[in-house]
């Protein structure tokens, strides 16, 4: 899927009032997008948000290993893409 239709889909998944885990799910699963600094880009341009503002991002990881659960991640991130 090209760059925008990517774009898309997140925003209208956040309209549609999908969390943010399931949004990077959606970017692991469906788009094969692994990279978090991707992902950060890619929430940044989404819902017009700094890098600095999803760094959280970063520490998530779809198995529960990496620092922050999905309940974080939609705590950290909600917020911002409301």
């Known amino acids: 899927m090209q760059r925008d239709e990517?774009?898309?889909t997140l925003k209208t998944m956040?309209?549609?009032?999908?969390?943010?885990?399931?949004?990077?799910?959606?970017?692991?699963?469906?788009?094969?997008?692994?990279?978090?600094l991707e992902w950060m880009k890619l929430f940044s341009e989404a819902f017009?948000?700094?890098l600095?503002?999803?760094?959280?991002?970063?520490a998530w990881w779809h198995?529960?290993?990496?620092?922050?659960n999905?309940?974080?991640i939609n705590a950290y991130i909600?917020?911002?893409?409301?």
Request: without cysteine; negative net charge.
């Open 6 to 8: 990517i774009l898309t």
């Open 14 to 36: 956040a309209e549609e009032g999908s969390t943010p885990a399931e949004m990077l799910r959606y970017l692991v699963f469906n788009e094969e997008i692994e990279q978090q």
């Open 48 to 50: 017009d948000v700094t």
């Open 52 to 58: 600095g503002e999803v760094t959280a991002l970063s």
């Open 63 to 68: 198995d529960d290993s990496a620092e922050l």
């Open 70 to 72: 999905d309940n974080d």
């Open 78 to 82: 909600a917020p911002l893409i409301k």
